[in-house]
T-cell receptor, first 115, second 114 residues
Framework: AQSVTQLGSHVSVSEGALVLLRCNYS??????LFWYVQYPNQGLQLLLK??????LVKGINGFEAEFKKSETSFHLTKPSAHMRDAAEYFC?????????????FGTGTQLKVEL | DTGVSQDPRHKITKRGQNVTFRCDPI?????LYWYRQTLGQGPEFLTY????????KSRLLSDRFSAERPKGSFSTLEIQRTEQGDSAMYLC????????????FGPGTRLLVL
């Protein structure tokens, strides 16, 4: 079985500061990993995904994540936070069963950006 | 590409009533997923369709839940004899299946069972 652990249910940063959201995964097979963002009253939007190509993945809105197999981590970073980044962020790992790409999500990290 | 749409966006019902939700995927997406998200948790997988075939169901999907995707287009999720524990956000996602394809999520249907 695959699982994802997101450390820190709430993270608060100042505008312009570094954003670091942590994600550790457990998988018995090489994983595919995803970061999604959810704004209030909206669906989830894909930020970026790792599919066994480059270990440093760049996504939308200036976010990036680095796959580290030795640490089983896929932390999300952004050099400079903006007020519009305030949202909930979910890390997910996929498992291929029955031909589909079922996602297993972490419990999410609420990012707050302060002036 | 108009995105994934879900209807209704909100549903309030009394315990014991039946409810049905609809999901319209992105046109030509062959895969469709249903997830459930409760407060403070990440989405949890419920079921998956490849075209019109329902290929996997989670243990979370009790016999009160049924999902269909006739003709491989829109999908419906029905909950019979609703319970207060069914209160959650029900999310639909669609994708053009191939490997680790991107799933595109709809805005969700928020269900409150009184």
């Amino acid at each position: 079985a695959q699982s994802v652990t997101q450390l820190g249910s709430h993270v608060s940063v100042s505008e312009g500061a570094l954003v670091l959201l942590r994600c550790n995964y457990s998988s018995s097979v090489p994983p595919y990993l995803f970061w999604y963002v959810q704004y209030p009253n909206q669906g989830l939007q894909l930020l970026l995904k790792y599919t066994s190509a480059a270990t440093l993945v760049k996504g939308i809105n200036g976010f990036e994540a680095e796959f580290k197999k030795s640490e089983t981590s896929f932390h999300l970073t952004k050099p400079s936070a903006h007020m519009r980044d305030a949202a909930e962020y979910f890390c997910a790992v996929s498992s291929f069963t029955g031909g589909g790409n079922k996602l297993t999500f972490g419990t999410g990290t609420q990012l707050k950006v302060e002036l | 590409d108009t995105g994934v749409s879900q209807d209704p966006r909100h549903k309030i019902t009394k315990r014991g009533q039946n409810v049905t939700f609809r999901c319209d995927p992105i046109s030509e997406h062959n895969r469709l997923y249903w997830y459930r998200q409760t407060l403070g948790q990440g989405p949890e997988f419920l079921t998956y369709f490849q075209n019109e075939a329902q290929l996997e169901k989670s243990r979370l999907l009790s016999d009160r839940f049924s999902a269909e995707r006739p003709k491989g287009s829109f999908s419906t999720l029905e909950i019979q004899r609703t319970e207060q524990g069914d209160s959650a956000m029900y999310l639909c996602a669609s994708s053009l299946g191939a490997g680790a394809e991107t799933q595109y999520f709809g805005p969700g249907t928020r269900l409150l069972v009184l």
